[in-house]
């Protein structure tokens, strides 16, 4: 591909690079703008402003994608919007979080200081007033006169009632109301009046207490001090009703004002310390309206640096003090950091550039037939690794031409494997009275590690095998072809050293001898399971050894079972024993082997296909011909696994007795 010619300056050269919709689109634009200087006034006037303003962005929508096609044509153009996106586009995104959440953590840090002192103080006044309500008679007076300045110190403007047989007040002047009869115990927050009051009011048989505290600004301040400005607005009011600001009560002692912390937003520390609004409700008692609760709206305006120096306000060592300033620090060399990183990317984008331009050019010169040019080589990078590459690719195409012709070769002599193997199995069915057999072998790969084979031994015998080697391609089927040469050269010597007496090939004695002769003949890693069994027609029992490998599955008159397992896989260990079983097979029974590559494909969610499925469908078609049987697992096998190609060889093996 040849690098795109740039477009000339001249205004027939920008016509020419237009698309055919780009010109209509220019065209309806200068139409529009010559109609609205036509029309001075009026709504066709607007209309065509409007249209012309929609057709000028769509048009720079336009010519601004066709432009950004042409820069990032460049790999270097188009490495710096990459590096914009995966870089600067996350951390300006990162940066906008961080702000979010310190925005956040500021206001809900401010609201929780202020919240948690508030509750202090209510949960004071309710404890006094449950004191004094269930003090006895005769030391209740006394106890409010002794409580009532250490609370005053602690609540500035608190006023105190108690009403037994008679009410007394603290201090004796105060104008403090009797709340309405129906109040319970209460405690928090109260409106009355318009007014804010931090209240507490506890009713016992023998007496009730009251405190009231007024809010004031004075007051609101000694929460957090220099924390912020603290108001309150109504929340649960009638919806025709506009919000409404709650009133704070005015602060006694103007020298003493001067001299308190103030309920105010404080100054900037500098231009990072912004102005941080945060607002929560909080629950207050409606003094008129005994026991309902509305939710106000607290709302604290802060700053950052001040909500830090009332957290850092009680230091415990020197350290404390240094943090503020430790997290300027951090963020000015973090800011640094970034600086050299571009830098840094920006010179190692020149350097991936330019070796792409000379494998650019190297590739043309390839395009030409030109095997003689060689790139320049800098540095010792992977980029320098490549352009070396580069240079070898030229004179390795003949080595690369011949080894795609011994690929080739390789192909054609698999095939010739494929036939030979398709030779080793058996292609005749011995014909049984009692027995029927039909096998079905699908391999994974052009050749297959599994192996099935039935060899008649006399008139009323039949020998049956089944094996799964481990692994799958060539390897395999190399193990494959040993284990049927040693099967079959085992069932020979076994007839010929019993021709005189008749004695029955034992399964079990002739398992351990292929153990012992793969394990002898092959490499340790190489294994098989195995199952051999020998059919005597006569009595319809089926003996058998089964080495690892999967059970087979018998099916007689609707329900099913499983074979045993004898013993371990053959070729693994050489002092490995293995047993023998019989079963007596009856009239209608089948008699199901077959291969791991049945039972174990997966579908696309990791299920494999399980021995519960061959059961269903071997139950569902026990009526249907053998062939048929056969066919259906090995559909329903790939239908689960919902790919044509085979995760592992498939072999079924299918024995069904009938009466003879």
Known sequence: MSSPQPAARSIAGVWRALSGLDRILLLLLLICGAAGFAIQAGSLSLLGRLFAYVLVFWLALRLVRRFVRHIIWRLRNRLLVAYAFIALVPILLIVALAGLVMYAIVGQMAVYTISAEMEKRTALMISAAQWLAEEETARRLPAAEQAYPVLAARLPGLTLMVQSQQSWTYPPDAAIEVPPKDWGDAGGLVVKDGLLFAWAHIVRKEATATLLLPLTPRFLASLAPNIGEITFLRLDEDATQPRRRLRLHRSAGEAEESVAPRNRLPDPENRFDIEVRWPTAVPAFVWERPGRVENELMRVRTRPFAVLNTVFAQKVDRAQGIIPALLITFSIGFLIAEIIAIAIGVSITRTITGAVHDLYEGTQRVQESDFSHRIRIKGRDQLASLGASFNSMTANLERLLVVAKEKERLQTELEIAREVQSQLYPHTIPE?????????????????????????????????????????????????????????????????????????????????????????????????????????????????????????????????????????????????????????????????????????????????????????????????????????????????????????????????????
């Open 432 to 660: 049984m009275k009692t027995l029927r057999l039909t096998a079905a072998c699908n391999p994974a790969r052009m050749v297959s590690g599994d192996y099935y084979d039935y060899q008649r031994l006399d008139e009323s015998r039949l020998a049956i095998a089944i094996g799964d080697v481990a692994g799958k391609g060539i390897s395999a089927a190399l193990l494959m072809a040993t284990v049927q040469s040693a099967l079959r050269t085992q069932i020979r010597h076994c007839l010929e050293t019993h021709a005189g007496g008749g004695a029955p090939v034992s399964t079990s004695a002739l398992v351990t001898q292929i153990n012992q002769h793969l394990y002898a003949h092959t490499t340790p890693e190489k294994f098989a399971t195995f199952c051999f069994g020998v059919y005597d027609e006569a009595t319809g029992v089926l003996t058998y050894t089964n080495a690892g490998h999967l059970p087979p599955i018998l099916l007689r008159d609707g329900r099913t079972q499983t074979l045993e397992v004898n013993g371990i896989v053959v070729g693994a260990f050489p002092f490995s024993r293995y047993q023998e079983s019989q079963i007596r097979l009856e009239p209608g029974d089948l008699l199901l082997f077959y291969t791991d590559g049945i039972t174990e494909p997966e579908n696309a969610y990791g299920e494999q296909f399980g021995e519960e499925r061959v059961l269903d469908v071997l139950s569902r078609n026990k009526d249907c011909a053998p062939e048929e049987i056969l066919s259906l697992i090995i559909e329903r096998v790939r239908e689960w696994t919902g790919s044509s190609e085979l995760q592992d060889d498939m072999t079924l093996l299918l024995a069904q007795r009938h009466a003879g």
